[in-house]
């Protein structure tokens, strides 16, 4: 359990987090936030690598990406839960704010702009004033360090303020996505989900048979005891037309008296499910009846 | 109306398709494929640009991207209907399949990749392999563009086999996506929506109001008349806590007195609703009850 400053109540010793990309991520700043400053932050080069680093005990969490506010689900996180014996343990909101970092002290001196795609096309509007050569690399803080270790003149890369800090570059602009709401949820992941704290919220996927109505069918064991739900999603099942998984959030803790049976009533309509753990919500997010 | 060989059959001129991106796009390979090879297509910059062409009657229809079972749902072209008074037409699901393209003959003097973030992204694993510097641009097709424009050596783009006939150059490798499930569900824009066929789809975008089971609630007047969804997401509603928009699909045309129904009785527990159309089932879509 972490304590305050990130030191692990039982141990006393600094909690561990993984985290997918370089060193200076916006997946490491989020951990940080969330977990204070006085952890151990670990980067991984991929998302798997993640799950495998808190499932073989190199780190007590992980923190992944799940939703963001403009390109949507992260269907490879959901799939990883698929296949993992890992439970959520908590859920933060980041607002992304993308700097334009360079060693070039005058931005007009900028040629070139290095970032993850992603992180390239939220800052179109900006970069179409700028007029550069974009460059795409795996990595947003990757970006900086490439522009880092190779001292390269009149070279810009987009990433957090962080990775400015952490490679010592000067941020020659801030703020540079086009559109401002731009959060990322991630969640925290460990071999067990969360104590119940009586603000809390549980994930989970769940598969419904091929009879009519099925998902309203497996919606009313929530709405009869009018458990909120605060997201759904329906994605077909690869290779298996006419069914589809369903990703659902819903206000309220697994052990609650009145969520197990809600769980136990969706099993006996669904042909699969998988509860992916309770925590307590993210104070940022918006919850709806 | 379009009838065979994309003739309109009231005036038996070309119809005239607007998409968006660089000729020889994605979406101009999807529009032919959807409307046959006789017809017009004309390049667009951006989407709400396709938009406007068919509202001012530049072209009878646009082709638009609305989901990738990778990316996910195109939350922009929603946010368009929202705005607009066009309906949908029509829709397609395309395989997308990535090809490399460039002047040299060899793969191995390739040593730039140029495309869009997101082709880049779909292709990492290929490109990991190859070790290239990848340079982002604003569009597949237009990377080819570039390249042939420039005359440029050592240079390859990702983009459509469209691309490669379509600028006169060479294929170097096909189907390079990492993930061979890559298909992008395409919408038919246009004044209208379609006729009744028979085999058809509704697609709606509706807003709940803050009360408990609300979603719930809204399903019930579908489920009670075995309506069949085909889709559904819940997306927050900027600056409106505890508000959701859902996007939902349904078998069915919004003329049949069951969808009338149906529609009637959700709009009474909705704060908004929007009908997008009435449109003939694409054939490759899975659907469940």
Request: proline content about 3%.
């Amino acid at each position: 359990m972490v304590g305050i400053q990130g030191r692990d109540l039982m141990t006393g010793s600094r909690v561990r987090v993984a985290f997918q990309g370089e060193v200076g991520a916006y997946s490491e700043e989020a951990s940080l936030t969330f977990f204070g400053q006085d952890i151990d932050t670990l980067p991984y080069r991929t998302l798997t690598e993640v799950f495998h680093a808190v499932e073989n005990e190199e780190a007590e969490y992980g923190l992944v990406p799940i939703e963001n506010s403009i390109e949507g689900s992260v269907f490879q996180t959901y799939d990883l839960f698929l296949e993992s014996k890992l439970m959520i343990w908590g859920e933060t909101v980041f607002k992304v704010t993308h700097c334009l970092i360079s060693k070039e002290k005058d931005i007009s001196s900028v040629k070139e702009v290095y970032s993850h795609p992603q992180a390239l096309g939220q800052c179109r509007k900006f970069l179409e004033r700028l007029g550069c050569t974009l460059i795409a690399s795996y990595d947003t803080a990757g970006s900086v360090k490439i522009l880092k270790e190779k001292n390269l003149p009149n070279a810009a890369a987009i990433a957090s303020e962080r990775a400015a800090k952490v490679y010592g570059m000067n941020i020659l602009a801030r703020n540079i996505e086009s559109d401002p709401y731009n959060y990322t949820r991630f969640l925290a992941i460990a071999l067990n989900d969360n104590e119940r704290t009586g603000n809390d919220k549980t994930s989970i996927i769940f598969s419904t048979k091929h009879v009519p109505s099925a998902l309203y069918k497996a919606l009313e064991p929530f709405a009869k005891r009018n458990i909120n739900l605060t997201k759904i999603e329906s994605r077909p099942i690869i290779g298996k037309p006419w069914e589809y998984n369903f990703y659902l959030d819903f206000e309220g803790h697994r052990v609650e008296e009145r969520m197990k049976e809600a769980l136990k009533e969706l099993e006996v309509n669904s042909t699969f499910l998988k509860v992916l753990g309770s925590y307590p919500k993210a104070k940022e997010l918006v919850v709806q009846s």
